[in-house]
């Protein structure tokens, strides 16, 4: 049942949804899991979580002083650095993985960036579906046969866990008013006059029909695939978005910290410890409780007022036109075929 809470203008916002303490007890002792993007807000939140709970978790960060802090922090390990802009530094994360563990039970993709300016990953890809999408598929891809040979192992289906967003649906913020889409014909923004905010959607929309199509093509005693909003957590994501609101400087910092203040007061932003909540609950949940290839939401932003309280999974498509297996099958190809598989 979805609580609601009143604040003093009488804006009604759902409470968060919360991991049921249960989940939040058992042993993960032997598991080994990895989460990228993990040095800061839901990722670190959540390997913090599955340490205390007994799991070797891999913090898979760009930066390696904050990948080093952030896994002494929590307990966790940082082998070597990943850098999502980079398949080559995908590849060699994955390479320097497998040449330690043999096991592998949990793949979260949390890492991302949002409506940043036009920029090409190493690759030639454009930012946001390079980084958000196009390497976070190469990872998996490649992480994959262990995923599936730990699930022979273990006699338990692992998982895959993708961290999309409401922006793969159509929000209410005044940007990304129009539902996402995959633009086929020009992924990387070559022939279409750029948009930030449709590049993000389009790159959010990019990891939901990912775990769709995952949950087509692996068994589900094998590999349990899931895409989730996390809600608008408080974290660095939106920086770029306030940057071009506000400006970069000292007095646009401020400001941008108070709209981040005001959002979280108002209830529609949430602490990163809230973020986790939806990634713990798909990860730790009983397999046979799990909807493979559903989409799971913390309340949210979303245009339509039935998805707002969000869901676990939600129970209706957050976009019907564009959210299809058609449309995920030709992805995958896409994208298989750009990554060099």
Not at 114 to 122: G, W
Not at 126 to 134: D, F, K, P
Not at 138 to 153: E, N, S, V
Not at 232 to 249: E, I, P, R, T
């Amino acid at each position: 049942n979805i609580q609601l809470r009143v604040d003093s203008t009488l804006h009604i916002m759902p409470t968060p949804l919360r991991c049921e303490p249960r989940l939040l007890e058992k042993d993960l002792t032997g598991q080994v899991i990895i989460v990228t993007g993990a040095n800061s807000g839901c990722g670190l939140e959540t390997s913090r979580q599955l340490v205390k709970q007994g799991a070797t978790v891999i913090l898979a960060c760009r930066n390696k002083e904050r990948g080093e802090e952030a896994a002494k922090d929590v307990g966790g390990e940082f082998l070597v650095t990943m850098d999502l802009a980079s398949l080559a530094s995908v590849k060699a994360f994955v390479d320097a993985f497998l040449a330690k563990y043999n096991r592998l039970d949990v793949l979260v993709n949390n890492a991302g960036i949002m409506a940043c300016p036009l920029e090409k990953t190493n690759d030639g890809f454009e930012m946001q579906i390079g980084s958000n999408h196009l390497a976070h598929f190469y990872l998996m891809r490649l992480l994959t046969p262990l995923l599936i040979k730990t699930a022979d192992t273990t006699g338990k289906p692992s998982r895959f866990v993708a961290l999309s967003s409401c922006a793969a649906s159509a929000t209410t913020m005044g940007v990304g008013d129009d539902f996402a889409e995959i633009h086929f014909d020009d992924l990387n923004w070559e022939k279409t006059p750029y948009s930030e905010v449709k590049a993000y959607q389009q790159s959010k929309l990019a990891n939901y029909l990912h775990a769709m199509e995952a949950a087509k093509r692996y068994p589900v005693d094998k590999l349990i695939s899931v895409a989730l909003h996390p809600g608008w957590v408080q974290s660095n994501l939106d920086v770029h978005a306030f940057k071009k609101m506000f400006g970069d400087g000292f007095i646009g910092n401020t400001i941008s910290n108070i709209v981040r203040k005001l959002f979280l007061w108002k209830g529609d932003m949430i602490t990163a410890v809230d973020g986790a909540q939806t990634t713990l609950h798909c990860v730790l949940e009983d397999p046979e409780k799990i909807e493979n290839g559903g989409f799971y939401s913390q309340f949210g932003i979303y245009k339509d007022p039935e998805l707002r309280p969000g869901g676990w999974p939600v129970k209706k498509s957050i976009n019907p036109e564009h959210a299809t297996p058609e449309n995920a099958a030709k992805l995958w190809a896409i994208s298989d075929e750009l990554v060099g598989l």
